[in-house]
């Protein structure tokens, strides 16, 4: 996930050193967990905003927010602290400081929610008990910076579809539907193949897709001042239904296909991937999981 990863950077940034004031929810299924409670990092400094997984972590000395965005979740500054903001989740409200031209900043932290799903949430968590609390203590290991050995093991523990295994948190973190179909074309592989099969073999082109892809989507993401939407980010073949492969040079002409579900899509080229076969792509496939 490098729109988090780079979004966490720029929070940080911003808001790193300001003391909480106050921790202010709006909708009282935002916040997951009853204890502890989030007053506790009431009057002390933000010490950083991190990244595990496709979730945002707060630090406070004593406590971490996890922070889940969903799909239409986004955590902002929020410079107005409208009484009643659109699509307000919760807001972390800083003291004011003194910016250099003398002026105060009293920019907040605002977490929203468009739409009516409502899935967005903050889990608050104490310290030092992250990696073993709900929701981090299911995920696997972080795609980045993952070896081939560690990825070779963990596709032998259980025969699953590539592009399944890579967007299943518990196996390895932070991989979303966009990245699992750009790091199945960059590696030259099936998203259908299944993770027995690939072996040691596949397990170094995979993880090497991954660092790629990653690198890629961070330097992109580094360079813009706020967080993309999805339409925004550059792929090879996710979304890029009908269009040319980026490879017809390479192989002949040849157009990025799709295998439709009921959550998301399979996009490949089947001359970079499958051998140039094509993959049942009709309605009895839709809903299949
Ligand atoms: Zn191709």
Redesign the pocket.
């Known amino acids: 996930m490098p729109e988090i990863e780079a979004h966490a950077e720029r929070l940080s940034h911003q808001f790193a050193g300001r003391v909480l004031a106050k921790f202010q929810p709006f909708n009282f299924t935002a916040l997951k967990t009853a204890v502890p409670a989030p007053e506790l990092a009431e009057g002390l400094p933000l010490l950083g905003v991190r990244r595990r997984g496709k979730y945002l972590l707060i630090d406070f000395e004593p406590i971490t927010f996890v922070v889940h965005l969903m799909q239409g979740g986004r955590l902002v500054a929020d410079g107005k602290r409208s009484a009643n903001p659109r699509g307000g989740q919760a807001r972390f409200v800083f003291e004011p400081v003194e910016r250099s031209d003398g002026s105060l900043d009293d920019t907040a932290l605002l977490l929203t929610e468009q739409g009516k799903e409502r899935r967005a949430g903050i889990w608050c968590v104490a310290a030092g008990e992250v990696e073993t609390s709900p929701p981090i203590d299911r995920l696997g290991p972080e795609a980045a910076g993952i070896t081939a050995d560690d990825l070779a093991a963990r596709f032998g523990k259980k025969s699953m579809r590539l592009h399944g295994f890579l967007r299943d948190q518990r196996m390895i973190a932070g991989i979303g539907r966009r990245l699992a179909n750009e790091i199945c074309w960059t590696a030259r592989v099936s998203p259908f193949s299944t993770t027995t099969s690939l072996g040691a073999t596949g397990a170094v082109s995979i993880a090497g897709a991954i660092a790629d892809c990653v690198a890629d989507g961070l330097s992109e993401e580094r360079s813009r001042a706020t967080m993309s939407l999805s339409r925004e980010r550059i792929c090879a073949v996710h979304n890029q239904t009908g269009g040319p ?4 040079d390479e ?1 002949g002409p ?1 157009t990025v296909r799709a295998v439709e579900y009921s959550g998301y899509t399979v996009n490949y ?1 089947p ?3 499958t051998k140039g076969k094509v993959l049942a792509d009709n309605t009895t496939s839709k809903f299949l999981k």
Not at 245 to 248: K, M, T
Request: hydrophobic share 0%.
């Open positions: 492969c980026r490879r017809s192989h040849d080229c001359s970079c991937q």
